[in-house]
């Protein structure tokens, strides 16, 4: 069954899907411990959303189930103000194409070096901030990946575009 590590690992595979890295160096740029790579990812191969043979990721399966499940499978609430970093719909790309209205504080990963001040959304895993620390696009794949599962029906839609055009740059999913 895919949970949410199995969503972050074919994340940050997605997001270096140009490179093609081994399991160990993609565990490296996540932060996580190789093991868990090769079951995420022997998980995901079950399921057809990646395919050991050529190391890529089902883009058109990805887009499916993060648009669809991730909600379902990792659910965001929100939670108590913090000082942190800018996550979901407060963090690019999806920040430039959302705005927020009335007084509600933006969602945030807690951090002590957070710069923000806002509501708590805790990240679909704990070593998401460092790892989107040292890599845009492992960045900027999550805070689309965050809005889909924690954000109303606009934010959805938005981030659902969002993510459709990431996947389409990567190479795997045609632009209608």
Do not use: C, N
């Not at 939670?79 to 959302?98: C, D, M, Q």
């Amino acid at each position: 069954m895919i949970d949410s590590r199995d969503i972050y690992v074919l994340a940050g595979a997605v997001a270096s899907q140009r490179e093609a890295p081994s399991l160990r160096e993609l565990a490296a740029e996540l932060h996580v411990d190789h093991t868990l790579v090769h079951r995420a990812l022997g998980r995901a191969a079950e399921a057809g959303l990646y395919s050991p043979a050529s190391r890529s990721v089902s883009l058109p399966a990805f887009e499916e189930l993060v648009v669809h499940a991730a909600r379902f499978i990792a659910p965001a609430p929100r939670g108590a103000l913090v000082a942190g970093g800018p996550a979901a719909w407060a963090a690019a790309p999806v920040s430039s194409r959302i705005r927020e209205a009335g007084g509600d504080p933006p969602p945030v990963w807690p951090s002590a070096k957070g710069s923000v001040r806002g509501q708590t959304l805790e990240p679909i895993h704990p070593s998401a901030p460092e790892a989107s620390a040292e890599h845009r696009e492992v960045r900027e794949l999550l805070a689309v990946i965050d809005s889909l599962r924690a954000g109303d029906l606009r934010v959805r839609k938005v981030a659902a575009e969002l993510l459709h055009d990431q996947l389409a740059a990567a190479g795997g999913v045609p632009v209608p």
